[in-house]
């Protein structure tokens, strides 16, 4: 490969917001949020993404935005575009600008209009298959303008169904090339390619679904060490960082990045 081809992964994060307590919620009960806590734990998730070699392009920290350090929602970015999102709830719309300047160096952007809605949490790529969650924060508008922007891509768009949590993400994700990591409480195992094998998390581990693949190593949350285990035992390499008090924020390990090739 020649200096001139050769691609670096960026991965785009923000700091978490000082508000971070009067964050959306739809399935978890509100409790205290430590915002300092949740910044530490965050510096460490951002830690462990360069020492999988990603360069991290932090944002600043937007005080009046409690959600905003979760950016993987407010954007979808592909091979060769990126949708900015009109996430589901209101209050987290004006968290796209920030967002949004920081990808126009390295993607052509599409910009979502109403009264379509989607949040990236929803969106689960495998491949050139966009799985996009249908949720109160993903509407059938915003599906279509997904599909519009990433079909002369090359990508298909599926829509799956989906109960018992927030995003599609929360309920799979891909936990190694051609291996899912699925909450079959939430989201129905073939609901996807039947080529794809399945990795159940375990049952005392309802939130566990949520791993973040990073080249040929899967980031886990340290609160589920059971499923950790059958990834493990499946030969999945992995590494570990707690994300405890931002899961109390109905975030978990891919919400906090945008991760992709330039
Ligand atoms: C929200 O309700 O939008 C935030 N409190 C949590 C968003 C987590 N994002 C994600 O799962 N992709």
Redesign the pocket.
Known sequence: MTPSTRTRRLAVTRGVSPSIGH????HLERVPIDPGRAQVQHEAYENCLRALGCHVMRLPVAEDLP?SV?V??VAVVLDGVALVTRPG?PS?RPETGAVADSLAPHRPLVRMEAPATL???DVLAVGRTLYVGRSRRTNADGIAVLEAAAAPRGYAVKPVDFAGC??L??AVTLAADGVLVVQPAWVAPDAFDAALERIEVDPQEPFAANVLRIGDVTVCAEAFPRTRRRLEARGIAVAVVDVSEIAK????L??CSLVFEV
């Open positions: 964050c959306a919620l739809e959600d979760f993987e929602d709830a987290r949040d990236g949490g927030l995003h993400k929360s924020a109905e975030g978990a891919t919400c």
